[in-house]
């Protein structure tokens, strides 16, 4: 079965940094762009960012750039954000999708908190 | 950044009613554009990609038509899992953009 499961949310103070993963299973994960979207509460889809096959090309929303950095490990089918300088807008669920834009396979999410 | 306008937002309708939203992008993007539903507490659902194409799975009463800017979702007579926010995406130039949504709910 082909799938993704995300993790590593949480309740994090402004100014604090945060890691997420993402797991995929049942599909060839090194042949493939990888993407994160999230969705802040009481509002719509945003897409963060993206990563190549061979993680040589990243792609960032610009209102991350700088602060979150997308990486992954295809030995271990990871891919990860990491999440610095959160700020209270940063609250969200983060979804990881296959896919240059996301596309037809996503994560359940995780929530990521960011409050003092 | 490429803007995606959906409208109308929010919708209401009627089982079996025939339903159209519009998405609309700030600048030409061909068919660079896909459409997902997507329902609380669960992942987004891929429909259409590269405007009009199905997703393997989704039902044939859904469908996607347009280029350039002007795009359409129809859904041909609505069903009670259709209830749902359906958001556009264009997945033409990075930052791939969504529209900001358009809930469907009970008339």
């Known amino acids: 079965e082909v799938q993704l499961v995300e993790s590593g949310g949480g309740l994090v103070q402004p100014g604090g940094s945060l890691r997420l993963s993402c797991v995929a299973s049942?599909?060839?994960?090194?042949?493939?762009?990888m993407s994160w979207v999230r969705q802040a509460p009481g509002k719509g889809l945003e897409w963060v960012a993206n990563?190549?096959?061979?993680?040589?090309?990243?792609n960032y929303v610009e209102s991350v750039q700088g602060r979150f950095t997308v990486s992954r490990d295809n030995t271990k089918k990871y891919l990860y954000l990491q999440m610095n300088s959160l700020r209270v807008e940063d609250t969200a669920v983060y979804y990881c999708g296959r896919g240059m834009w996301a596309g037809a396979v996503w994560g359940q999410g995780t929530t990521v908190t960011v409050s003092s | 950044d490429i803007q995606m306008t959906q409208s109308p937002s929010p919708l209401s309708a009627s089982v079996r009613d025939r339903v159209t939203i519009s998405c609309r992008a700030s600048q030409n993007i061909d068919n660079r554009l896909s459409w997902f539903q997507h329902k609380p507490g669960r992942a987004p659902r891929l429909l259409i990609f590269a405007a009009s194409t199905l997703q393997s799975g989704v039902p044939s009463r859904f469908s996607g038509s347009g280029s350039g800017t002007d795009f359409t979702l129809t859904i041909s007579s609505l069903q009670p899992e259709d209830f749902a926010t359906y958001y556009c995406?264009?997945?033409?130039?990075?930052?791939?953009?969504f529209g900001q949504g358009t809930m469907v709910d009970t008339k």
């Open positions: 049942g599909f060839s994960f090194r042949s493939y762009w």
């Open positions: 990563i190549k096959e061979n993680g040589n090309e990243m």
């Open positions: 995406q264009q997945t033409y130039i990075v930052p791939y953009t």
